[in-house]
């Protein structure tokens, strides 16, 4: 009913489940299996022609593609995703055998980490010559030198200003948001329960999963994460 996500075998106990649309308050979760776009949440922006082009009117809003933002930054900075060779695969013999070793298993999770790291450093120089707008209100993004006049705003849909979106500069959380989680500890019992909740800590949902796949977490996390803390007794 809720857009949280728990790294575990069986969710938590924890009653932060705001319900759908937020219409309950502080309920326990009913989880079900997540997917990968749970944990690397999409961010679509419109697919510019070229960085110094018309701003995008409210009329115009069907006439360019939905990309997601990561592609259209890196679009804008060169990169040809249009045509053969780019380096990007969907071969679905990527995907993992069933039968992983934990040896490997940790060896994908450390470089999994790794490329997590890459990606969200490259993202923040990149931004830092490339402008990268986001709505204050909705989080919609827009890469280029300002924001797009489509009015797409759903906070403010049926205002005075029919949904125009109020831009400011993005940061990297806008484009590759971390989606926070629970942090299970090994001090930690085995479901987190509510009563535990002040002495948890977290974790963005991709280093959570790579570090219980044994990969070593960067020491910038550990405080987030309250590596060291007391757990409920």
Request: charged share 25%; proline share 6%; with cysteine.
């Amino acid at each position: 009913f809720c857009p949280e996500v728990s790294i575990s075998q069986s969710g938590h106990l924890i009653k932060s489940c705001q319900g759908y649309r937020r219409s309950a308050k502080d309920q326990l979760h009913q989880w079900i299996d997540g997917q990968a776009s749970d944990i690397l949440i999409p961010v679509e922006t419109f697919h510019l022609h070229n960085m110094f082009q018309d701003v995008i009117r409210h009329d115009q809003r069907f006439d360019f593609e939905r990309v997601p933002a990561i592609v259209e930054l890196c679009t804008q900075a060169g990169v040809d995703t249009s045509g053969e060779g780019n380096g990007f695969s969907n071969d679905s013999h990527d995907k993992l055998p069933s039968d992983v070793l934990p040896g490997e298993l940790r060896s994908i999770a450390q470089r999994t980490l790794e490329a997590w790291e890459n990606m969200r450093m490259g993202v923040k120089r990149l931004m830092m010559v490339y402008p990268v707008k986001v709505c204050q209100y909705c989080k919609e993004v827009h890469v280029g030198p300002s924001g797009h006049k489509a009015r797409m705003c759903g906070p403010f849909k049926y205002e005075g200003w029919r949904g125009m979106h109020f831009w400011k500069a993005a940061s990297v959380d806008d484009l590759v948001p971390p989606k926070l989680v629970w942090h299970k500890r090994p001090q930690d019992p085995a479901v987190l329960t509510e009563a535990g909740r002040g002495f948890y800590g977290h974790a963005p949902a991709v280093v959570e999963l790579c570090a219980q796949a044994g990969a070593a977490v960067p020491k910038k996390y550990l405080c987030m994460m309250k590596a060291n803390g007391l757990t409920r007794t």
